[in-house]
């Protein structure tokens, strides 16, 4: 089975420009998550769905920030304008509904590496 | 708040040598406990959790106990391979709610 997929694996940019990364769910899953990590500041939880729907968004660091889910296979986080700070790896994960469980596990994609100049 | 606290790294080990690595966690109600390990240039995959006190999980030689009394949730495994070497998270989750707190991440060197 194809697990979580993100694109672009890499991706660099100039200050100002706007940043697009993508994540596409293992299918049947019905919630997603957006993750940055930075040496500084470790793993931080930005916003996250559950069936299509944002259910909290209070990491999410600032306006140029903003993330949508307009179908159960398909995510979107962007940055405009991008800032040298931003710079970091960007995990999507999901996870499905464990009915018989407390909590659901969560997959991670392999990540977007951006790097803004 | 809900926190979590691992052990400082990085941590350097030779091949076959006992691994700890603690973990104590801060948390409202009663949590679950997820141990994720990060291979490089990889995204996080599950190790192993608990989702109540006295539970034991375990994977692939790892072991971790759900410890109430102490808050904490120790990883172990009594004898490490070169092909352990990653950065390993401690996480926990509230009941009822579906986000993860991570610990800062512990690194782990093998050497052969």
């Known amino acids: 089975d194809a697990g979580v997929i993100q694109s672009p694996r890499h991706e660099v940019t100039e200050m100002g420009q706007e940043v697009t990364l993508r994540c596409k769910p293992i299918?049947?899953?019905?919630?997603l998550f957006w993750y940055r990590q930075t040496m500084m500041r470790g793993l931080e939880l930005l916003i996250y769905?559950?069936?299509?729907?944002?259910?909290?968004d209070s990491g999410m660091p600032e306006d140029r920030f903003s993330a949508k889910m307009p179908n159960a296979s398909f995510s979107t986080l962007k940055i405009q304008p991008s800032e040298p700070r931003d710079s970091a790896v960007y995990f999507c994960?999901?996870?499905?509904?464990?009915?018989?469980?407390?909590?659901?596990?969560?997959?991670f994609g392999p990540g977007t590496r951006l790097l803004v100049l | 708040g809900n926190s979590v606290t691992q052990m400082e790294g990085p941590v350097t080990l030779s091949e076959e040598a006992f691994l700890t690595i603690n973990c104590t966690y801060t948390?409202?109600?009663?949590?679950?406990l997820f141990w994720y390990v990060q291979y490089p240039g990889e995204g996080l995959q599950l190790l192993l959790k608990a989702t109540k006190a006295d539970d034991k999980g375990s994977n692939k030689g790892f072991e971790a106990t759900y410890r109430k009394e102490t808050t904490s949730f120790h990883l172990e495994k009594g004898s490490v391979q070169v092909s352990d070497s990653a950065v390993y998270f401690c996480?926990?989750?509230?009941?009822?709610?579906?986000?993860?707190?991570f610990g800062q991440g512990t690194r782990l060197t093998i050497n052969p």
């Open positions: 994960a999901s996870s499905p509904r464990e009915r018989r469980e407390r909590q659901e596990t969560q997959y």
């Open positions: 996480a926990l989750s509230v009941s009822g709610a579906q986000k993860l707190v």
């Open positions: 769905f559950n069936n299509n729907v944002p259910i909290d």
């Open positions: 299918s049947g899953h019905n919630s």
């Open positions: 948390a409202t109600g009663y949590p679950s």
